[in-house]
Nanobody, 115 residues
Framework: QVQLVQSGGGLVPAGGSLTLSCTAS????????MGWYRQAPGKQRELVAR???????DYMDSVMGRFTISRDNARKTVYLQMNRLKPEDTAVYYC?????????WGQGAQVTVSS
């Protein structure tokens, strides 16, 4: 069973930056997507960004050009660099790996962007 441990998050003013990281307990093959989701109060969890080898990363439209997902397979870690943050980016962010049809989730990290 894959365990995902997140770090990062916090409170930042609008226009600021934050970096989230997520480290897996075991090697994740580069062909298996690793991603970030977020869930704002009263809303469904939504995909923010996803990365896997051989394909361009996927981003939700509202973060395109502001967020960058990257992955260090040797460190078993995926990152989400978030720039030019907006109040509407406020949510709990979760990292995700889907392996053999099973979703694994990190513990979540609160990101709050003040206006």
């Amino acid at each position: 069973q894959v365990q995902l441990v997140q770090s990062g998050g916090g409170l930042v003013p609008a226009g600021g930056s934050l970096t989230l990281s997520c480290t897996a307990s075991e090697t994740i093959f580069s062909s298996i997507p690793m991603g970030w989701y977020r869930q704002a109060p009263g809303k469904q969890r939504e995909l923010v960004a996803r990365i896997r080898s051989g394909r361009d990363p996927d981003y939700m439209d509202s973060v395109m050009g502001r967020f960058t997902i990257s992955r260090d397979n040797a460190r078993k870690t995926v990152y989400l660099q978030m720039n030019r943050l907006k109040p509407e980016d406020t949510a709990v962010y979760y990292c995700n790996v889907r392996n053999s049809g099973i979703d694994y989730w990190g513990q979540g990290a609160q990101v709050t962007v003040s206006s």
